[in-house]
């Protein structure tokens, strides 16, 4: 048994790891951080973990990490992170930071749009989370930079037909709408119930913090700079992603070819299901899952792609997708502890 701790465990994704990994038959749930509810029970906080994970939140300490765990996982805010990883490295822990201090190659990118890196000398042995595209170098990582939720969303339906020179790189839109939970659980009057309810709004306009993460790694992956047009939407449900991504194919691309490179690249990928016919991703088809769901329409009268993707942003989008990343990296059958079978309703 590996022995795991997750370092912000009363998080919305530090919350969603631990009922993942409590489930895991190859993981022994062994510390959890919380600087809110140090000394309290974790089922206190999540009554529904009741029966299953009676561990106490402690304060972090960097020797009691080091004492009682083999792979730690950090559900932090920006910054922090940063400043814990070094040590859990130089004592030898395997280490998945699910925010966005170790995504980037690049340190001046990260610091455009984030603050000063403290830590950017591991910033090079830090492998992109993007699990089914980066699956042999997480294999032998041992610091992962779990992506973003949007991201994960708009990156695995665009990077096959990139790479393949299906679609042009310099005509990508990116139309996405998230849950609520995707703000985080600290209390902010943009999420609050009468803020959210009844309501869809666009945020973020030209400057959220996920698009250089994806121009980053499309560019990466085509060999070209791509540059996406990105906007986020808020939508008054709790959990959940749908993007929808328009694309310019090259001439002559048929829908037969677009399937096939989308069946080609995912073909013995466990959580990607490429939806058949017409039919169209749904958000609630995937609540809950580590599933990414997949389908597209050609319209060939105006020569424009529409990728449709729905995740559920807190465990594919997060804390499902920290724990597949575990799962490779330990050599557990990717799909240990993320098996569950989805809601019929």
């Not at 992962?144 to 020179?165: D, E, F, M, R, W």
């Not at 709408?177 to 009057?189: N, T």
């Not at 959220?208 to 449900?237: A, C, Q, W, Y």
């Not at 691309?253 to 995912?266: F, G, K, Q, S, W």
Request: net charge neutral; charged share 20%.
């Amino acid at each position: 048994m590996i022995r795991a701790g997750v370092i912000g465990a009363t998080g919305y994704a530090g919350a969603e790891l631990v009922r993942i990994l409590a489930g895991h038959p190859n993981i022994q749930l062994s510390l959890l951080t919380s600087r809110q509810f140090a000394g309290t029970r974790f089922d206190s906080v999540f009554p529904s973990m009741m029966g299953h994970v009676d561990l106490v939140c402690q304060e972090y300490s960097l020797n009691r990490v080091c004492e009682a765990v083999d792979v730690v996982f950090t559900a932090l805010p920006h910054q922090l992170p940063m400043t814990y990883v070094p040590e859990f490295i130089r004592n030898g822990l395997s280490v998945i930071d699910l925010s966005a201090d170790f995504r980037f190659k690049n340190q001046s990118t990260y610091e455009a749009w984030y603050q000063p890196h403290s830590a950017a000398e591991f910033l090079s042995q830090a492998v992109y989370g993007l699990t089914e595209i980066y699956r042999d170098d997480i294999r032998q990582a041992k610091l992962i930079g779990n992506p973003g939720c949007y991201p994960t969303s708009v990156l695995l339906p665009l990077i096959p037909l990139l790479k393949n020179k299906l679609i042009e790189p310099d005509d990508i839109i990116a139309d996405a709408k998230s849950g609520v939970s995707g703000a985080g659980r600290s209390p902010s009057l943009g999420s609050l119930y009468c803020e959210v309810d009844e309501s869809f709004k666009a945020y973020k306009v030209g400057k959220h913090r996920h698009n250089p993460e994806m121009d980053d790694i499309l560019s990466r992956e085509s060999g070209k700079n791509v540059g996406i047009t990105f906007i986020p939407h808020l939508v008054p449900m709790n959990r959940g992603m749908l993007s929808t991504i328009y694309a310019k194919p090259f001439s002559g691309v048929t829908a037969a070819e677009i399937r096939d490179c989308l069946n080609a690249t995912y073909d013995n990928c466990p959580f990607i299901r490429l939806m058949p016919g017409n039919r169209v991703p749904d958000t609630r088809w995937v609540r809950g899952t580590n599933f990414c769901d997949i389908g597209f329409h050609l319209d060939s009268s105006k020569n424009r792609l529409i990728l449709i993707s729905a995740i559920d942003n807190l465990v594919k989008g997060a804390a499902g997708q920290a724990v597949q990343n575990l799962n490779i990296m330990q050599g557990f059958s990717e799909t240990a502890g993320l098996d569950s079978v989805p809601f019929a309703i």
